[in-house]
């Protein structure tokens, strides 16, 4: 049975309710149970999972909504007892906290007039307007926000390029902003390579096996992963590459991307071929057979890594050979299927990249219900996709999801390779491989019971300087049984060797390339240099985790208490911001 409880006027942001929802799930005799605000959005999210009830049509988006599934009606009351603890907890915590708090944008400007940027992490449908006062206010805006109409991220992209300014985003989920982790991101060493990417975890895997290999980050630029399409047209990938050319502590560019529009790409790559220093691209999918002059071609990860790395240091770029050590295991007959279970959606899409390019699939690359690869029973699984996380935590934060997955395919007799990744950071679990090791050890032993063995494999994208501990990280998933990897690239060779299959790497030899694209001529702005250049000084709209990674790194931030205005009615917002800019302007012409 359902029963609904509103708290109103109790507005909490979407990690604080995920991470509560996770704690009230282990109350016994609880079947399900949802916490969110009561958004329309969110309200959809409950009908979807059959939690929508006639209670929750009164709450506003103000009101926290809880909806459980019990069959006790008694166990309310510790229900009850459990959130208000739990949120007197999270009020103790900020509390303690020494950042300064504002609920209103000119409150936070006047905290600190200095401020260069704002970190946008609210609901997608309220992202766009704040992030055009953050531009108003002359600030860059790095929206983690999902779900912003991609017709409102070309207006913010064209409005902050006509004013000088950077949008990073929406759906950004890392950056590093002079040694500034954004959103999450890994803590990775400075050095002279700057990064932009149209892609969050492609950005991670890069910079932490830049850091490994004795190299270091100056910023890693996230664009969002629509920046590239034919619709947005590369806006901010373009003015970020102009940007770091002129950064003086930038000597080599990286340019990350999932599969962009050919007209776009071309667009990029004719900048690239002007810019006065050297570059490595990836454009995952693709696979390169030639580089150019002071401008490389990688096909993996690792291997725009290890080209990086090398420039940076002055050395000659050598062909990026992976050896693959291939463990001792058998398999019956019938095993002779990959299993690859993500956080991450680029580490994911190179997995599924790798895996067809050695079976010379033809067909089985989709992008549909999380599925990034689904063929002749290989899968793999981005557990990032909006479908695995509506109304719940991401899967760098709880392996609920994944690890029902990794059950699912060991129960089946033809699973031979369960891939899967570990990702550290800011913002990630602090122990995702303790969380892991449990079901990865019961169900090789459980596959050791039936006669068969499986190689779980699986890599652990941070650095020795995040705030979870790397090589404890890998040691436990090593103690659970899974063949751990320095890279996803070697992890999904190893697991492809292992059932018969093997990548062939191009030889590429440097060739003079034509450009049928007019490079376009891109002048950085000096609010874009100067971001580049110092620590930020951030506005923080939305997840106060995020305020805490600027401060601990040596940033500076003002949180932005944010909550719905008008009730949480857009269209209303949208009148109300027009009449605060009408005024502003108004005012400035007085």
């Known amino acids: 049975m359902l029963h609904t409880i509103i708290k109103e006027n109790a507005y909490q942001d979407s990690v604080v309710l995920m991470l509560l929802t996770n704690k009230i799930s282990t109350i016994a005799g609880v079947n399900r149970v949802s916490i969110m605000m009561g958004t329309p959005a969110n309200k959809d999210i409950f009908g979807s999972s059959g939690l929508r009830t006639e209670e929750l049509e009164k709450a506003s988006a103000n009101d926290m909504a809880i909806v459980v599934d019990t069959d006790d009606a008694s166990i309310l009351d510790e229900i009850l007892t459990e959130v208000d603890a739990f949120l007197a907890s999270q009020a103790t915590k900020e509390s303690s906290n020494e950042t300064e708090t504002a609920r209103t944008w000119d409150k936070a400007m006047k905290l600190d007039s200095d401020a260069n940027m704002a970190l946008i992490s609210i609901p997608g449908t309220y992202a766009a307007s704040e992030a055009d006062r953050a531009l108003d206010e002359g600030l860059h805006a790095f929206i983690f926000s999902d779900n912003v109409p991609i017709e409102e991220e070309l207006r913010l992209k064209q409005k902050a390029h006509e004013k000088g300014l950077l949008v990073m985003g929406p759906d950004c989920g890392t950056g590093i902003v002079n040694g500034v982790p954004m959103a999450f991101t890994n803590v990775v060493k400075p050095g002279n390579i700057g990064i932009v990417g149209a892609s969050g975890t492609g950005i991670q895997e890069v910079s932490t096996i830049i850091d490994r290999l004795g190299g270091g980050v100056t910023n890693a630029i996230g664009t969002g992963g629509r920046d590239l399409s034919e619709t947005v047209g590369g806006i901010t990938m373009l003015d970020a590459i102009a940007a770091l050319d002129k950064q003086a502590d930038t000597d080599v560019i990286v340019v990350i991307s999932k599969p962009p529009a050919k007209a776009i790409r071309d667009k990029v790559l004719a900048l690239l071929r002007t810019i006065s220093k050297p570059a490595v691209t990836i454009f995952l999918g693709e696979k390169p057979t030639y580089h150019e002059e002071n401008l490389y071609h990688a096909y993996t990860l690792e291997e725009t890594a290890r080209i990086a790395v090398q420039l940076a240091k002055g050395q000659e770029v050598t062909a990026t050979q992976t050896t693959i050590d291939v463990p001792n ?130 890599t652990v994208c941070g650095t020795l300087q995040d705030p979870q501990d790397y090589n404890e990280q890998r040691q436990t998933l090593e103690a659970a049984g899974v063949i751990v990897k320095d890279s996803n690239n070697e992890a999904v060779r190893t697991g492809l060797e292992l059932v018969g299959h093997k990548v062939q790497d191009n030889d590429k030899n440097i060739q003079k390339v034509g450009s049928e694209t007019t490079a376009p001529v891109l002048n950085a702005s000096d609010a874009m240099l100067d971001l580049l250049a110092k620590q930020p000084r951030v506005i923080n709209v939305g997840l106060k985790s995020f305020a805490e990674a600027i401060t601990e790194t040596g940033g500076r931030v003002v949180q932005f208490d944010w909550r719905p205005v008008a009730g949480g009615d857009a269209k209303l917002q949208k009148v109300l911001q027009f009449l605060n800019s009408y005024r502003a302007e108004t005012a400035d012409v007085k």
Request: cysteine-free; glycine content about 10%.
């Open 329 to 458: 295991i058998s398999f019956t007959p019938e095993q002779k299927h990959l299993k690859g279970y993500y956080s991450g959606g680029t580490l994911a899409s190179e997995a599924a990249m790798l895996i067809a390019d050695a079976l010379a699939l033809k067909e089985g690359l989709i992008k549909q219900d999380g599925y990034i690869l689904k063929t002749e029973g290989h899968e793999v699984i981005d557990l990032g996709d909006d479908i695995y996380t509506q109304g719940k935590p991401h899967p760098m934060i709880d392996p609920e999801k994944r690890i029902a997955f990794i059950r699912d395919a060991a129960n089946d007799p033809e699973t031979a390779v369960i891939l899967l990744d570990v990702v550290l950071g800011y913002g990630s679990h602090e122990d995702m491989a303790g969380q892991l090791a449990p079901a990865i050890k019961e169900v090789i032993a459980k596959a050791k019971e039936a006669g068969r063995e499986i190689a779980v494999i699986g």
